[in-house]
Structure formats: C-alpha cells, structure tokens
C-alpha cells in the first residue's frame, strides 16, 4: 500500500483522500487581471480550490523578448483529481481565455500548469510533476511562499530569477 505526504500528514493514496496541489497561472496579454479572475472563479467552481496567493507583476522570463510585464498567482486546491485531470483542466482554462499557441514561451492570455500534486513525482513526456523549471522561476515561487512557506527554502526564493513585485490581492 502506498503512502504520500501531504502537508504533514500521511495519507492512503489508494483511499483517494484529497491532496495538497498547486497550479501557478499567468497572463501578459490583454485584461490580464480578467483572464486571471476567469481562471480562478473557473476553478473554484469545481469545490477544490482552497487559497489563491497575492497577485505578482513579474518579468518575462525566457521566450522571445519583449514582452510585456506577466501577472502570476499561485492556486491551492485540496483535491482528488489526479496530475493528469488536473493538466486537463489547466488545459481547458487556457481554451476558455482563448489561448493561442504560436511561440514557446511567448506571450499568452492564459498560462496555467501543475507545479505540486501532494508527494507525487511524475515524469511522463507532456507531464513533469514537480514542475521542472518552478524551481528557477521567483514568478512560481514568491506566490508559492505565501501560500506553502513550507515547500519553498529561502535559498530557493533568493536564488530564482526575474524580478517579482506583490500587487496584493488578484
């Protein structure tokens, strides 16, 4: 029988408990705060959602240059979906803010991925779980922080890059 840590505690992972999860959503393109609301209302709809951190204005970090200033939150859910429903419904947020996808890492009205799903570790070719570059990233961690100071080691927080300013709550 398997077990994963979640949150502290120890839960059956065969008992299909809900989990901690966290998505990070972004947008750079048109009402940025708008496709943001949408996302999140969008999930809350679903009974998951638990917290949504503060609103970050950040700085692109790779793609092409640029581009305009992102607006990034973090989700919390406590849930029983697993990472790949979870990447589905990431996938459906995007279509509902009429994502495009034209350039990687260019700009979008919409950019939701799975970063954590309790323990899990997944590594499959369109899932990674943890997210493989949150780690790199201060527009994933800083949110993360204010959500789970738990996961995210201070060092990690200093040493990720972009430049990340709190705009309080989305």
Do not use: W
């Amino acid at each position: 029988m398997s077990t994963r840590s979640v949150s502290g505690s120890s839960c059956d992972a065969s008992s299909a408990g809900p989990v901690r999860a966290f998505l990070g959503l972004g947008s750079n393109l048109g009402d940025r705060r708008a496709h943001l609301r949408r996302a999140v209302e969008l999930l809350g709809a679903e009974g998951d959602l638990v917290a949504v951190s503060p609103l970050y204005e950040t700085d692109p970090v790779g793609g092409p240059p640029g581009q305009g200033a992102y607006l990034n939150v973090v989700v919390e859910l406590a849930t029983t979906a697993t990472a790949r429903q979870l990447l589905e419904r990431c996938g459906r947020l995007e279509r509902d803010a009429a994502r495009v996808r034209t350039v990687r890492f260019g700009p979008r009205t919409l950019d939701a991925d799975v970063l954590l799903v309790g323990t899990e570790r997944i590594a499959e070719p369109d899932l990674i779980v943890p997210h493989p570059r949150m780690e790199e990233r201060r527009f994933v961690l800083a949110p993360l922080a204010d959500l789970a100071p738990e996961l995210v080691p201070p060092a990690a927080l200093a040493s990720a890059i972009g430049n990340v300013t709190n705009l309080g709550t989305l």
